[in-house]
């Protein structure tokens, strides 16, 4: 059973970090990009940032560009995310997804149960 596991999240004070943590099993992870996936109550998941298959090059959305960093070890099958800078816009819910590389949510396979991320200013 395909199962991927977020962890990291907390809260933190405006400028300051934190690393995500996503830990999958029950597939093949070199053969699918893992997305970064953050959402607010009463709205839309949005594309944070995309990690592809294989060669593992990296997109980001504008929002976070130059904060966020996203890297992998796929000797642990484990997907980060580097979050600097942050600001009290970036509090969301923090999925971890794995499918196709795309900040489209809908075309993602497997999902993590999410972490949240508390930004006070």
């Known amino acids: 059973e395909a199962q991927l596991v977020e962890s990291g999240g907390g809260l933190v004070q405006a400028g300051g970090s934190l690393t995500l943590s996503c830990v999958a099993s029950g597939f093949t992870f070199d053969d699918y990009a893992i997305g970064w996936f953050r959402q607010v109550a009463g709205k839309e998941r949005e594309g944070v940032s995309c990690l592809s298959a294989i060669d593992r090059d990296t997109d980001y959305a504008d929002a976070v560009k130059g904060r966020f960093t996203i890297s992998s070890d796929n000797a642990k099958n484990t997907v980060y995310l580097q979050m600097n800078s942050l600001k009290p816009e970036d509090t969301a819910v923090y999925y971890c997804?794995?499918?196709?590389?795309?900040?489209?949510?809908?075309?993602?396979?497997?999902w993590g149960q999410g972490t949240q991320v508390t930004v006070s200013s």
């Open positions: 997804a794995a499918g196709v590389f795309s900040g489209v949510p809908a075309i993602y396979d497997y």
